[in-house]
């Protein structure tokens, strides 16, 4: 930035001015290219701009800000806190959406499109099962399959349902059990019992 100035400064004094580059092998062994290969080596420029005007600076930046955006319009959202399951960590402290390395739940299950899909399903509460159809249908009756639920919730099959039962811990919010547990019950949040 510093040498566009200058360049700039001296073609406005003059739109004449000439600029030459030349190519000087230091093989060549011509004097002046010494010296300004000694004075290219010493020189130190001081930044005009500060370091956050870099380009990747600048694109971290951009990402921050709309992943902080969506931070904040996604905890003010209603919905969220109605539908949406909060997964911990393994510290057990809620995951926070990110776009580093796959992201926060993507990486864990990303490698199996049908794990991914059931995860989803189940982490935004729009899997197949009554409590999600009592949203269309409210007059019908979505009696859990188990027999002990009168709706069949995202709550009961990850905690309480006799029906998934091939995996127990009661810490099924922390991410790591919640994928155990979609493994080890391949039909939980699935469309094949679904209504249609």
Known sequence: MAIYKEIREFFIRNHHNPLEFWDCLSQDKWLLHDIIDKETKKFNLPPIFPYKSSWDFSQKDECNERLNKWKMTF??????????????????????????????????????????????????????????????????NFVCPCGDYPIETRRHILHECKKYNNYWNPRRDTLAHFILFLEFNSNAFSFGESIT
């Open 75 to 140: 905890q003010a959202s209603d919905d969220k806190g109605v539908h949406f399951l909060e997964l911990l960590d393994d510290n057990l402290n809620i995951i926070e959406p990110t776009y580093r390395k796959g992201g926060s739940w993507l990486k864990y299950f990303g490698h199996s499109n049908l794990l991914c899909a059931r995860a989803t399903r189940a982490i935004v509460n729009h899997a197949p099962i009554g409590e999600y159809w009592l949203r269309f249908f409210p007059r019908e």
